[in-house]
């Protein structure tokens, strides 16, 4: 039964071997991690309205007399329809931005995130390249994409019924992309299956070992990032990969006919 002291020492260790190499390909992988960016814009309603009643009042007389409706109303209409037209286009920009941002997520990121497991795994065992952060693309690329689309997916769809089954569900399948560093041809729900068996009864010792950075990270805020960039993030993605390299040679060694791993 694993430890988490057991695993950072491990950890500890591969950064120690191959330091430069593992800060670098962390800082791509925390670069990826940071979120979407927001998008915004403001707009001016009032512009239109102050030049309107700059306006000569002598032209409202002027179109009453001739029975054209209410300068007020027109006014109203008008302001009515520029925020409609706004609306609209806020929304597409909106979508638009959504699409490319969960394009870039299911065809970029994801097959990224697999590289950048694979390379912390590796270093763990060994010195590892960072050519391996490509491993994603260059391996069975389309399954790769797949398996983590149903992957996020099924994670998102638990979340929708309730907060706490969605999070349940990401622990379980906390080691797909890992999965796919060893045998990225592996059909999604043989990969799904292999992480629901690997991850039980260690879920909540998994989300302990998450807990157990909190410290570093408050000191990676009080440094303005420096300590997260060049130590914690280092440490942590090795001290995960550590922990599949665990699962994976001793509860999962029962399954590896069935899943070739």
Same mark, same amino acid.
């Given at each position: ?21 593992? @800060?670098?390909?962390? !800082? ?46 027109? /006014? ?118 292999? !992480? ?20 570093? /990270? ?13 130590? @914690? ?29």
């Amino acid at each position: 039964m694993w430890t988490r002291a057991e695993l950072k020492e491990r950890a500890k260790a591969a950064l120690h071997r191959n330091y430069w190499k593992i @800060v670098l390909v962390s !800082s791509i992988l925390l670069l990826l991690g940071c979120g979407s960016g927001g998008y915004f814009f403001q707009k001016t309603p009032h512009n239109a309205e102050e030049q309107i009643e700059a306006e000569d009042t002598g032209i409202q007389a002027e179109m009453e007399e001739a029975g054209v409706p209410d300068r007020e109303i027109v /006014d109203g209409q008008i302001e009515t329809f520029d925020r409609i037209v706004v609306i609209v286009i806020f929304t597409i920009i909106f979508l638009f931005f959504f699409v490319v941002i969960l394009a870039a997520d299911i065809f970029l990121i994801n097959p990224l995130d697999v590289g950048g497991k694979r390379f912390m795994t590796k270093s763990v065992e060994n010195v590892a390249q960072v050519k391996e952060i490509a491993y994603g693309f260059d391996h069975s690329y389309k399954n790769v994409v797949k398996v983590l689309f149903y992957r996020d997916l099924y994670v998102i769809l638990w979340a929708l019924l309730l907060i706490i089954p969605g999070i349940v569900k990401m622990y379980q399948y906390y080691m797909v992309p890992y999965i796919l560093t060893d045998n990225p041809d592996m059909e999604y729900r043989a990969a799904l299956d292999k !992480s629901r068996e690997m991850m039980e009864g260690n879920k909540w010792k998994t989300f302990v070992l998450g807990l157990s950075f909190i410290l570093w /990270d408050f000191l990676g805020a009080l440094t303005f990032g420096i300590v997260e960039v060049f130590y @914690v993030q280092p440490y942590r993605h090795l001290t995960f990969a550590a922990l599949y390299r665990e699962l994976r040679d001793t509860a999962a060694i029962n399954s590896e006919d069935r899943y070739g791993i």
